[in-house]
């Protein structure tokens, strides 16, 4: 049973534009997610997080939205920028275990 | 964030051998985990590495398969033991600081093929 799920495998947008990945779970003890940025033969760089106190979470380009009554969040990426080519990951923890289920991932390829 | 080191960066083991994966921190850690990512698929946690105590291992992890290591709060070891194909994976360390709040960052990875 996939408690996180990115339901996008992989995702184009041109240069410039936003890029919106998404990320659905069904744990309602999860209240900490985070999103990763996974370059090939790299470990995961931790890019922005958001608690479910908040619905909102800005980090420059990167904004993270959460919707606790949907179960999803979504990373939004203004303007994109084609060095933001690589693979995103999702993932949630419930309060206090740290322990972090990963989505499947979605591949963002950004056009120049 | 923390420095995080994997030794090695990849190998390729024959079945039946055993690998330990050495994971070194630039900084004292609160928490270390060991993930394993399976070509196609996404970041599954193994184990927690508990300093001077016996690892927590998640559900289908068991320690004589992949006995854990945490001597101290900056280095832990996974050995990836009797290796089968099925063992080739990227392994990954993570860690938690607690002035860091629930933020987790991840070691380079192993890249383990069994042949």
């Known amino acids: 049973d996939q408690q996180v799920k990115q339901n996008s495998p992989s995702l184009s947008v041109q240069e410039g534009r936003i890029s919106i990945l998404n990320c659905d779970y069904t744990?309602?003890?999860?209240?900490?997610f985070l999103w990763y940025k996974k370059y090939p033969a790299e470990g995961p760089t931790f890019l922005i997080s958001?608690?479910?106190?908040?619905d909102k979470n800005e980090d420059g380009r990167f904004t993270v939205f959460l919707n606790k009554s949907a179960k999803h969040l979504s990373l939004h990426i203004v303007p994109s920028q084609p060095g933001d080519s690589a693979v995103y990951f999702c993932?949630?923890?419930?309060?206090?275990?740290?322990?972090?289920?990963f989505g499947t991932g979605t591949r963002l390829k950004v056009l120049a | 964030s923390a420095v995080i080191s994997q030794k090695p960066s990849r190998d390729i083991c024959q079945r039946g051998t055993s690998l330990t994966i050495q994971c070194q921190v630039d900084?004292?850690?609160?928490?270390m985990f060991w993930y394993r990512q399976q070509p196609g698929q996404s970041l599954t946690l193994i184990a927690t590495?508990?300093?001077?105590?016996?690892?927590?291992?998640e559900s289908g992890f068991v320690i004589d398969k992949f006995p854990i290591s945490r001597p101290n709060l900056t280095f832990s070891t996974l050995t990836v033991s009797n290796m089968s194909p099925e063992d080739s994976s990227i392994y990954l360390c993570?860690?938690?600081?607690?002035?860091?709040?629930?933020?987790?960052?991840f070691g380079p990875g192993t890249r383990l093929t069994v042949t």
């Open positions: 590495a508990n300093q001077g105590s016996e690892a927590t291992y």
């Open positions: 744990n309602s003890m999860f209240d900490y």
């Open positions: 993570s860690v938690v600081r607690l002035a860091d709040s629930y933020e987790q960052y």
């Open positions: 900084s004292q850690v609160t928490m």
């Open positions: 993932a949630a923890s419930p309060s206090g275990t740290y322990k972090y289920i």
């Open positions: 958001i608690s479910s106190i908040k």
